[in-house]
């Protein structure tokens, strides 16, 4: 088949890609001229482990090609629409504004009788507005909604967990459209992958509700840490055993930090602002309660290295390890790291950041923190390390590595990934967050 792909962010490029190596001929389509150019040359714009091999097969191939000009989907018999939905800048609503731009300019060149296809993350509701921007083009609409996470975001397209087709069941064109899409995805579904066809407002529903799902589980262990700080149990502990239960499951249920980036938090409030518009009240409120434990956190683990510092981090010298939003990216958006090194910035600390692949991105961004390029040179001189992002290389770093670096052997383990005994025996005050060691509330005011 022909396929066009538009925006070719985090989202977009992997699935272009991905649909090249499935055997179609794809065009990527975005408005970032530097990104198409990069993406056309067979170079991944952003990390993403494992996209440029697929990037190159399709280059090879001759099956994957990128452009600025919506001119070229003209021969397309489906077009996937990946552009952002980024939170507004006023509000907690989705921005909808690239998603209209896309679509509107998409109506001009899409030949009629092909199929546009909804990837983005949107509110319920919003496949009625992109009807709307369609405007007279004859061509028939699914939603797609897709569950990619970044760092593992290929495989995710190459093995995803489940495809969901929303269409509009009343449409006499909804079987043509199904088979469209299974004629996309035939690879997945011959290998098993399931498939689950419903309406439009229940696709729309179905990543936010995920997403929400994921981020409560987050912020209940979370508050089960803060819970364990007090009580002077230990959260890692409780989770380990928590999760051995089938019905919950380790994932998602390790106590630290909280999430970021650039799709669950802008994700959970706008569900909190579709629950307010259609009146569900309960998940407003429980979405609030989820997004503010979550943002508690960041103030959790300043108020932790504050205390370490003996109450204040005026003019001490810290050393963060991470500012990409979680391991395996070089995403910054709505980074828990580079956020808790900006209060320690703002609030004294000369902070020298590191991180294996987001640096780049993370000092065009924030001129007010000082950036390494490695481990040991962050950690020269450092009376307090902090890790922030779980990198493997993180993780899996032993007390030898920094000891003779460091001016104090003195660590915040934001993501609870040491093993602390290993560490205190080796001469280091380590706390991670709910170890059962109280935050004074003095130092939690930062
Ligand atoms: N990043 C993820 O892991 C992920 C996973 C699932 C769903 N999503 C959803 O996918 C969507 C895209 O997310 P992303 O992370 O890829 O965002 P992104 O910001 O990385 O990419 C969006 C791309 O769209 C391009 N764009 C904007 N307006 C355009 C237009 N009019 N025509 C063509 N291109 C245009 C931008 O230049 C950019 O490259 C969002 O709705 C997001 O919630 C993202």
Not at 14 to 19: E, Y
Not at 206 to 219: D, E, F, G, P, R
Not at 313 to 318: A, D, K
Request: proline share 4%.
């Amino acid at each position: 088949m022909r396929i066009s792909v538009i925006g070719c962010g985090y989202l977009g490029a992997v699935h272009a890609a991905t649909l090249a190596s499935m055997g179609h001929v794809v065009v990527g389509i975005d408005t970032d001229s530097h990104k198409v150019s990069q993406l056309a040359r067979g170079f991944a714009p952003f990390f993403e482990p494992g996209l440029e091999e697929l990037l190159a097969e399709g280059g090879a191939t001759g099956r994957l090609d990128f452009a600025t000009s919506m001119d070229l989907v003209r021969d397309c018999d489906v077009h996937f629409l990946c552009v952002g939905t980024p939170q507004s800048k006023t509000s907690e609503l989705a921005d909808l504004t690239y998603l209209e731009a896309a679509t509107r300019s998409l109506a001009e060149h899409a030949k009629a009788g092909s199929v546009v296809v909804g990837k983005s993350t949107v509110p319920v509701g919003t496949v009625r507005r992109v009807r709307a921007w369609l405007g007279e083009a004859e061509v028939e609409l699914a939603w797609n909604p897709e569950f990619l996470r970044q760092g593992t975001a290929v495989k995710d397209s190459l093995v995803p967990d489940r495809l969901v087709y929303g269409v509009d069941d009343g449409d006499a064109a909804a079987p043509a459209v199904l088979r469209a899409l299974d004629e996309v995805y035939a690879p997945l579904l011959h290998a098993g992958v399931p498939r689950l066809v419903c309406n439009f407002a229940t696709a729309e529903l179905i990543k936010s509700a995920a997403n929400a799902y994921l981020a409560t589980k987050l912020s209940y262990i979370n508050a089960m840490s803060e819970l364990c700080d007090a009580a002077g149990a230990d959260v890692t502990q409780l989770a380990a055993a928590m999760g051995l239960d089938p019905r919950i499951g380790q994932r998602y249920l390790a106590a630290g930090l909280g999430f970021g980036g650039g799709c669950l938090p802008k994700d959970i409030r706008s569900f909190r602002a579709q629950a307010r518009e259609l009146g569900v009240d309960s998940v407003d409120g429980w979405m609030g309660l989820v997004d503010s434990i979550n943002v508690g956190q960041r103030t959790r683990v300043a108020a932790v290295a504050a205390e370490l510092c003996g109450g204040s981090v005026v003019g001490r010298r810290l050393a963060v390890l991470g500012a990409a939003f979680k391991p395996d990216t070089d995403d910054i958006r709505d980074s828990p790291a580079l956020d808790v090194a900006l209060r320690l910035a703002e609030a004294g600390a000369h902070v020298v950041v590191t991180d294996p692949k987001a640096i780049n991105n993370a000092c065009m961004r924030y001129p007010q923190l000082q950036f390494e390029a490695t481990l040991a040179a962050a950690c020269e001189g450092a009376e307090l390390v902090l890790l922030l992002t779980e990198w493997a290389e993180y993780r899996e770093l032993s007390p030898d590595d920094i000891a003779e670096l460091v001016a104090q052997p003195v660590m915040v383990d934001a993501r609870n990934v040491l093993d602390r005994e290993v560490w205190r025996e080796a001469g280091w005050t380590v706390r991670g967050l709910g170890t059962g060691l109280q935050v004074p509330e003095a130092a939690a005011s930062l």
